[in-house]
Structure formats: C-alpha cells, structure tokens
C-alpha cells in the first residue's frame, strides 16, 4: 500500500480528496498544512491553527503543520516534503478542482522532490463535487467568505442541498463558482466517515477582515460517534 500525505486546509475539498484516496487504496500517513508566520492561523484559508490540530484529533491522522511566508511557501513545502520521503511517503493527495495554474505548480514542486500527486478530485463538476461530499455523509459549515459575494449571514451555514440552491441562484446574478474555487468562501469539516470523533461547535464570533467575513470557532468538543 502506498504511503501518501494529503495536502491539508481544514476544508471539503481537501477532506473529500483525502477520503478519496483512503478509499482507493492509498495509506495516508500525514495531513501537511502551512501557516502563517507567525504560527496562528493557516496560511491559505486563515483558520486559527488549533482548530486544524483539533481536525486531527478527531481524524485519528497525524498532523505537521510548517511557518511560512507567501515569499518562502514553495521552498518550506518541499523541505515538507522531503521530510515525508525519509519516511516513506511516495505520494501527496491535493484537492484542487480546476485552476491550470494550480495544478501546474502541484505538479512541478512534487516532480522536483520525486513525489507523485493525486489530484482525485481534478476535472469534475463543481455540482457534482459538491453533491458527492455531501452523498458521503460528511458535515460542514462556511467559516469564511468574500464580502462582496457573500456576506456575513452565510457565516456558519452548513454544506447541504439548500446550500447549493442558493449557490446557484447567486450564480444568476454573480459570478461565483459552486465550490469556492477562487475564495468566496471556505468552509470547516466537522465530521463524515474519515472521522473517529464528531467535532461540536461550542462558541463563535464574527470578524471582519481584510474584506472578509470570518467565523471564529472560540471552543470546540470531540464527541464520540
């Protein structure tokens, strides 16, 4: 069984992609997720860095999380990654859905340091995708958004069928992608079938940011499923 690592932000796509590969065969060994700088939130959706630890937790897979600015994220990543090799992971599981450009930097940084991607989710229909994690029996809600596309009362709203509606009556007016691919919102796993434990919400605030509505998750309990 190949050992792999999956590329980590707390999110569905990224949980959806990591239970596609445990399902496909593939061991994987470690969730990688990068921070800021200064170690409290991660670097590419801003959840604060205990909430991903408590992800984890919850999972039951071992977490390593890296520092880093935007300017050194490539060379931090494959020091990462390269740490995984001498361990025994041959491969990195990613949950982009659609961005060339994405991929095309996925590709590359793997190939350097000799690691095969995954990209399991690569090519579907954000429709589809969003059906799928759904269908699968995993739980999340919206934890951040763009506030010009979405505002701040999407905050805490669960990923289900009523999500996608409004999603797409949105689409009429707005153009936005079914699955967040370009940041209009992100969201915060809180249990499926890759989880040990369920996550439960104890308390929230909403802050606003750099144009964005955050949920900040204040407290968190693991509850037996």
């Known amino acids: 069984m190949n050992s792999v690592f999956t590329s980590w932000s707390g999110g569905k796509d990224s949980c959806l992609a990591c239970y596609r590969a445990v399902v496909s065969g593939l061991k994987v060994r470690y969730l990688a997720n990068m921070l800021t700088e200064d170690g409290q939130r991660s670097r590419t959706h801003g959840l604060s860095t205990n909430l991903i630890q408590v992800q984890s937790q919850a999972i039951g897979i071992p977490l390593v999380q890296r520092r880093t600015t935007w300017n050194s994220f490539e060379a931090?990543?494959?020091?990462?990654?390269?740490?995984?090799?001498?361990?025994?992971?041959?491969?990195?599981?990613?949950?982009?859905?659609d961005l060339n450009e994405h991929r095309e930097w996925v590709e590359r940084v793997c190939h350097e340091v000799d690691i095969t991607p995954h990209l399991p989710l690569w090519g579907e229909s954000q429709d589809e995708i969003l059906r799928n994690f759904i269908d699968s029996g995993f739980e999340?809600?919206?934890?951040?958004?763009?506030?010009?596309?979405?505002?701040?009362?999407?905050?805490?709203?669960?990923?289900?069928?009523?999500?996608?509606?409004?999603?797409?009556?949105?689409?009429?007016?707005?153009?936005?992608?079914?699955?967040?691919?370009v940041g209009e919102y992100h969201t915060f796993v809180i249990d499926g079938p890759l989880f040990q434990k369920r996550i439960e919400i104890m308390a929230t605030r909403k802050v606003f940011r750099d144009e964005r509505w955050f949920l900040e998750i204040l407290g968190t309990d693991l509850r037996a499923k």
């Open 76 to 97: 931090e990543f494959k020091k990462m990654l390269r740490a995984f090799k001498q361990q025994g992971v041959v491969g990195g599981v990613f949950g982009d859905i």
């Open 140 to 181: 999340a809600i919206v934890v951040a958004t763009k506030a010009d596309m979405l505002g701040e009362e999407w905050l805490g709203r669960r990923i289900d069928l009523d999500f996608i509606r409004h999603l797409d009556e949105i689409k009429k007016t707005k153009n936005i992608t079914l699955c967040g691919e």
